[in-house]
């Protein structure tokens, strides 16, 4: 029996943490100024160039050593560090404070919303005028 362990599948991790941002393939793809079926398929891959992982990792807003050593253990752990009490909220167990803006975020996703149904009018109109 091989005790030789599996190798990380890079393109799963890069789809889960993607997933734990709150983030769609689209809104990774227009970060990095690629295709959504490019970062499908970056997903799919077991392996990715370093240079290619740098500039994910980086439209991610993390490191390449959390995607390549990401597993749901550590994300489990990671969480489990939280603080519930009232008056911690925002705060971390070891002593971080929350600094983003919610409020952000929420028009972040607003606009790409918007965007997108911009895009989705021009391409309807476009095939009407095709007819």
Do not use: W
């Amino acid at each position: 029996m091989s005790t030789a362990t599996k190798p990380k599948h890079i393109g799963r991790n890069i789809g889960r943490i993607r997933e734990l941002k709150g983030m769609k393939q689209e809104a990774l793809a227009l970060a990095m100024g690629i295709s959504q079926q490019s970062i499908s398929n970056i997903e799919g891959s077991e392996t990715i160039d370093d240079e290619k992982l740098l500039e994910i990792a980086n439209a991610l807003g993390i490191t390449t050593e959390a995607i390549t050593n990401f597993s749901e253990e550590n994300m489990i752990n990671y969480f489990n560090t939280f603080t519930d009490s009232h008056g911690n909220f925002g705060h971390f167990a070891n002593g971080s404070i929350c600094n983003f803006n919610p409020l952000d975020k929420v028009v972040e996703l607003y606009e790409r919303l918007v965007q997108a149904e911009k895009e989705k009018v021009e391409y309807l109109e476009k095939l009407l005028k095709e007819k």
